[in-house]
């Protein structure tokens, strides 16, 4: 294909390498690879004025493109660091990143935070971050946010571990890690309700997610999804992940 090279955005090893080198490794105890990124300590590289960017992005705000870039690159230069593969993952035609064989991927961003997962031994993978909703947010979206079980879940248990607000942070959360998750199968936009926890272990930070029975079947899911997060003062990152080799 002779136009394969500008099917992708080209982004110069020097540029990944400094990325690289300002983020910072995400333990979440688990065996994929994650790591975050400050974007304030990227503004003043004027990253969307270095690289030829997507038609797609163009006419975005000087943030969005620089957060885009940002996770693009650091997911580029992850996958250099870790996997030994040097392959451009954006699209110039695309909007979501084209992984490479046997490895799946995940990018989100939350005011100035970033972080990007990668893993090339995972069933499925998803992660998420999210700064804590406040009370009131929490108090007027819950009903679009929670199932009946999780509301009940609240009182029952939740209730000694969290506050509401944080409480609506983590199912919030958590559920966009697992649609990221199963966006490869699904290739669809599943709402809030359509999925719930099933199990949650605050002490470990896990739990397992389940789909409805009509939903799990439309899109051939899992029965079953693993998840957990992790808590920083102002903001909450969750995961879903489920290693091939695992039982």
């Known amino acids: 294909m002779s136009n ?4 992708y955005l080209y982004i110069p090893e020097s540029l990944c390498g400094l990325i690289f080198e300002i983020s910072k490794p995400i333990l979440f105890k688990m ?3 994650c790591y975050g ?8 590289l004027h990253i969307d004025q270095q690289l030829q960017t997507s038609k797609l992005i163009a006419q975005a705000r000087v943030e969005r493109k620089n957060e885009y870039l940002c996770g693009r690159i650091l ?3 992850v996958l250099k660091h870790h996997l ?13 990143p084209i992984w490479p064989t046997h490895v799946l991927g995940s990018i989100s961003h939350s005011q100035n935070k970033l972080i990007v997962a990668l893993s090339n ?11 804590w909703v406040t009370s ?3 108090q007027e979206s819950a009903h679009l946010v929670l199932t009946p079980s999780e509301f009940d879940l609240w009182k029952t248990k939740a209730c000694e571990f969290f506050d509401f607000a ?10 966009e890690s697992l649609y990221k998750a199963v966006y490869p199968t699904a290739k669809q936009y599943i709402d809030f309700l359509e999925a719930s926890i099933v199990d949650i272990n605050f002490e470990n930070q896990t739990l397992t997610l389940t789909f409805l029975p009509e939903i799990q079947q439309r899109y051939q899911l899992l029965e079953q999804y693993q998840g957990g997060w992790t808590i920083e003062k102002d903001h909450i990152m969750t995961w879903v992940f489920q290693a091939r080799n695992s039982s």
Not at 4 to 7: D, K, P
Not at 37 to 44: A, F, P, R, V
Not at 84 to 96: C, F, G, I, N, V
């Open 4 to 7: 394969a090279v500008s099917y």
């Open 31 to 33: 065996p994929f690879y």
């Open 37 to 44: 990124l400050d974007l304030s300590k990227t503004l003043h």
């Open 75 to 77: 997911a580029q230069a």
């Open 84 to 96: 030994d593969l040097d392959q451009p993952l954006t699209s110039m035609r695309e909007h979501l």
């Open 121 to 131: 031994n995972a069933i499925y993978l998803g992660v998420d971050i999210e700064h």
């Open 136 to 138: 009131e947010f929490a």
């Open 166 to 175: 944080r409480y609506v942070s983590l199912i919030f959360s958590v559920k």
